[in-house]
């Protein structure tokens, strides 16, 4: 049995300007590359291979080669390495460094190169320097007998998150026509596999940490065994920090405290290795003070990080109502049902300023 730990899109040296506590989240970059080669040793792999995107090329210094360089001596068996958009192979790259250790193999060129692993188990790599490499699977064609494994940093077309770039694209039936057994990638945070007539065809294993807001999928590595022919993935998780991005409606407040207290209460559910940002919406009362800096220092102690973003609606519904607009016809509408005991026209007066307003409401 041959045993192969597949991980991709660490992103070592990524700055998180987007959030609070970005030093703390660059560190955990480190820790994760760390635990990938731990999980490697733990499950006794004889082969690490790397999706691309395993550091941020302008920003990786000598401090970056050593921690690099030193995890893949620990491991000391064979890795091999695709580089990816944001770690293309180039003269200058740390790739090309001649003090590298002797297991580490780079794909460096945007083609593709075959290395025997075992009997009957060939892997095939395609690189990436900084020009734009086209579609890697188009005139790919494996044919070496056994199974074919292909080391590749690029985008699945048929499923790519939105807002995502393509590139390197690719489709699950050029995967297929190539002759593939398997396709070994980076690119997509967020982790999958996809299966094809009952066996796994394409495996991304995700950032070991989440990198942006919004990413879905697991955030790990892959432990892939290859016995008599067959292939089997693993999806394992190694993140220990989360991203969250959650909206707090304040509707109705009229004080300082009441602010506060909508938001704890929000947050009650997130930890020490959750990041939030956290999106303030609703209609407060006019003069009822929103200090998004007070409400990061109060609530924002107990988690990784918290930022706070201010989109609530100041609104007086009894001046509004004196308005001879429509928007004051259906205030003073609302104000009455209200008064006569109807319980939605709380939540309807604060949808219908807030609509006014330009809010987009959630459903």
């Given at each position: ?22 030093s ?199 432990v ?5 022919g ?11 920090t ?13 004080t ?21 940002r ?47 607009n ?38």
């Amino acid at each position: 049995m041959l045993t192969i730990v597949h991980a991709a899109d660490i992103h070592l040296e990524t700055i998180f300007a987007d959030v609070r506590g970005g030093s703390r989240r660059r560190a955990a970059l480190a820790d994760a590359f760390a635990r990938i080669v731990d999980l490697a040793l733990t499950r006794n792999a004889d082969v690490l291979t790397i999706g691309g995107d395993l550091f941020e090329a302008q920003r990786a210094g000598p401090q970056t080669a050593r921690l690099i360089y030193e995890q893949f001596a620990r491991f000391a068996k064979q890795v091999y390495l695709a580089p990816g958009n944001h770690d293309p192979y180039g003269a200058h790259s740390l790739y090309a460094r001649s003090d590298k250790p002797a297991n580490v193999r780079v794909f460096a060129d945007p083609a593709w190169t075959a290395f025997p692993l075992a009997e009957a188990v060939t892997l095939y790599g395609f690189g990436h320097t900084p020009a734009e490499p086209g579609r890697p699977f188009a005139d790919a064609h494996f044919d070496r007998p056994g199974v074919r494994l292909a080391l590749v940093h690029g985008s699945d077309e048929d499923r790519c998150p939105p807002g995502k770039r393509a590139t390197a694209p690719f489709t699950t039936d050029e995967i297929v026509a190539s002759g593939a057994t398997l396709a070994l990638a980076g690119h997509y945070h967020g982790g999958y596999v996809v299966e094809a007539d009952g066996a796994p065809i394409l495996a991304y294993p995700g950032s070991p940490e989440p990198i942006r807001f919004g990413e879905r999928g697991t955030h790990g590595a892959l432990v892939v065994t290859v016995a008599a022919g067959n292939v089997r993935v693993e999806p394992v998780s190694l993140a220990r920090t989360r991203l969250f991005e959650c909206d707090v409606r304040l509707d109705g407040a009229t004080t300082e405290r009441a602010v506060l207290a909508g938001l704890e209460s929000a947050l009650a559910d997130f930890g020490g290795s959750d990041y939030v940002r956290a999106h303030l919406l609703g209609t407060v009362a006019r003069g009822t003070r929103v200090d998004t800096d007070l409400l990061v220092e109060r609530c924002g102690s107990r988690l990784a990080a918290l930022e706070v973003i201010d989109r609530t609606i100041a609104a007086d519904y009894a001046e509004l109502a004196q308005q001879p607009n429509v928007r004051g016809h259906v205030v003073r509408d609302l104000l009455e049902r209200l008064e006569g005991g109807d319980a939605d026209a709380e939540r309807a007066l604060a949808y219908v300023v807030a609509a006014f307003e330009g809010e987009e409401i959630a459903p």
